[in-house]
């Protein structure tokens, strides 16, 4: 865990002193991403660099699982943290592999053990050690390139990584790649992690917690949804902008929102029985499922369907097929593509698990605005 408590830090300039921190205080848990936001000059890189003594505070205290930063040897608490910038700053006259593994040389790891790590790591991001192991970084591309820097940051295994605006340099297509392979290792690695962006779409996609600053002050600390839904004031407000109810897409879970109580016929059925099993509505709707349990049509009014007829004849082609642990953007998304009122909503095995309509993503919506 980090606690940053009444963190200051003020710079000599031409013009007299500068407040570039003020009285910062907030907690990240073990295990959590923290992104911090702002505009330029808000001071959110001077505390990051302040954590791994960079720079050091005027005032306040920085804890790392209890214990005062400023009680550490410096060098030894960068080696122990994982550090990843911009500009990346691989070595140019060293492989990938000693790229990688230069702080595992510092703490004096054997070569075997140091390239069985790098390899490891190069696996984690699919690129293949037989091919990248021995290359130079003027070789790989910009993304692969992030890529290894991020590898660097994690292959002594810290608990702790700093990352200062690490994607920011990457077209989006890439940037995109290497974000969900970093959120892919984070579900099993677990580390803490900081994270400077300038981007809110990233911060709201990668964090467990977003801070926003504003000339040094910190002016909200709070999960994405609620970051979007409870602004704390008129400049969080403004900061995220005009669309954050649709930005709050992103972080609501397509599972949470779907219908589950759906009755579940098959293709030869009359419709007849599903009318039987729903709870009524002016939008009952049913769902026709193959013997595997995989949705094959669906039926979005029950009540303007004839009972006699068979559920084969009326229903409507079941697509778009969403996944049950994509996000609420992403389901919408496909559904407005296809002009779809309903959709089936899917398990890994592409078994029907819920279905859901725009009746449940406005009432989502409106909920979330409903307690700010």
């Avoid at 970093?182 to 709201?204: C, G, W």
């Avoid at 801070?211 to 969080?236: H, M, W």
Wanted: proline share 6%; net charge positive; with cysteine.
């Amino acid at each position: 865990m980090i606690r940053l408590e009444q963190l200051s830090k003020s710079f000599e300039t031409a013009q007299g002193e500068v407040q570039a921190v003020q009285n910062v205080s907030l907690e990240v848990q073990a295990g959590e991403i923290c992104v911090f936001l702002g505009p330029s000059g808000c001071g959110k890189t001077t505390t990051l660099k302040m954590i791994n003594r960079l720079i050091e505070p005027n005032s306040g205290r920085i804890l790392l699982d209890g214990r005062d930063s400023s009680t550490i040897n410096p060098i030894r608490l960068r080696r122990s943290i994982g550090y990843v910038i911009q500009q990346v700053g691989l070595f140019p006259n060293k492989t990938i592999a000693e790229n990688i593994c230069v702080v595992p040389a510092m703490l004096g790891w054997d070569r075997r053990k140091a390239r069985a790590r790098a390899a490891e790591l190069l696996e984690m991001v699919s690129l293949d050690p037989r091919s990248f192991m021995d290359r130079y970084p003027h070789e790989l591309s910009g993304g692969q390139q992030q890529r290894v820097g991020v590898l660097r940051a994690l292959a002594a295994d810290p608990p702790l990584m700093l990352m200062d605006e690490p994607f920011g340099a990457i077209d989006p297509i890439n940037r995109a790649v290497i974000q969900d392979e970093f959120l892919r290792m984070q579900e099993n690695l677990k580390k803490t992690i900081i994270l400077v962006s300038h981007d809110l779409d990233e911060a709201i996609k990668m964090a467990d917690r977003i801070a926003i600053f504003k000339s040094g002050r910190l002016e909200q600390y709070a999960t994405p949804s609620k970051l979007l839904s409870r602004p704390a004031n008129r400049f969080v407000r403004e900061f995220l902008g005009a669309d954050r109810t649709l930005k709050r897409l992103s972080v609501i879970s397509t599972s949470s929102v779907m219908r589950r109580d759906i009755p579940k016929v098959a293709p030869e059925e009359p419709l007849a029985r599903a009318s039987s099993l729903a709870k009524g509505g002016e939008d009952a709707a049913a769902v026709c499922l193959d013997s595997r349990r995989r949705p094959i049509g669906v039926i979005p009014d029950l009540a303007a369907a004839a009972g006699e007829r068979t559920a084969a004849a009326i229903m409507q082609p079941a697509r778009p097929l969403l996944d049950a642990k994509s996000s609420l953007r992403t389901s919408v998304s496909l559904m407005l593509a296809e002009g779809a009122a309903v959709a089936p909503c899917v398990d890994e095995e592409g078994r029907f698990v819920g279905l859901l309509s725009w009746r449940e993503i406005i009432g989502a919506m409106a909920e979330g605005e409903g307690s700010s």
